[in-house]
Structures are given as C-alpha cells and as structure tokens.
C-alpha cells in the first residue's frame, strides 16, 4: 500500500506565499509522475501542476508564472511553491502519484487566501 501526505496549507493573506509537500511512503519502488489537484467548494477538482520522474512540469493556465511544482525522488517527496497567492487559489489541494501498483491520492490540505 502506499500513503501520500499532503502539509503546508493554511490562511495567507492576498500576495503572500506558501509551500505545500507531499510525503509518500509504503511499499513504493518508484513513483512516476506526481501531480498537484485543488477543488474549491461547489467546483470540480482541477489539476494544477504536474512534474514527470525526470523532473518535466507543466501547469494549469491560472497558476503559471505564479506556482511552481517540484520533487525530490530520494525523499519521496513532492513540492508545490505557490507565490502571489489570490483569494480564487483558495481551495483544499490533493496531491496524486502514479506507481506500479496504481494510482494514488492524498487526504487534501487547506489553503485560504483572505485578507
């Protein structure tokens, strides 16, 4: 089984920054490509960034020049940077992870951007 846990959120205030992680752990070999969701209430959940093995990303429209996703493969470990945050980022963000044995979600944690 895998787990994959999801840290960082929070309440900032418009402008300000954040950085979330996502941790894995369990029977893992490897963990192909890593992606960072948000669903904001009353919306679909919509990808926001996702970075390959070999560390190629790409990202959601709204959050270009803005976000930025990365991995660390020793720690298992993924990263979302997110700058010049917008009441509209405010959503509870989920990481996901492909591997052998499936594909894999997290709990999802807060982010509230208000001032």
């Known amino acids: 089984q895998v787990q994959l846990v999801e840290s960082g959120g929070g309440l900032v205030q418009p402008g300000g920054s954040l950085r979330l992680s996502c941790a894995a752990s369990?029977?893992?070999?490897?963990?192909?490509?890593m992606r960072w969701y948000r669903q904001a209430p009353g919306k679909q959940r919509e990808l926001v960034a996702a970075i390959t093995y070999s560390g190629a990303t790409n990202y959601a429209a709204s959050v270009k020049d803005r976000f930025a996703i990365s991995r660390d493969n020793a720690k298992k470990t993924m990263y979302l940077q997110m700058n010049s945050l917008k009441p509209e980022d405010t959503a509870t963000y989920y990481c996901?992870?492909?591997?052998?044995?499936?594909?894999?979600w997290g709990q999802g944690t807060q982010v509230t951007v208000s001032s």
């Open positions: 369990g029977s893992i070999f490897r963990i192909n490509d």
């Open positions: 996901n992870a492909d591997t052998i044995r499936g594909t894999y």
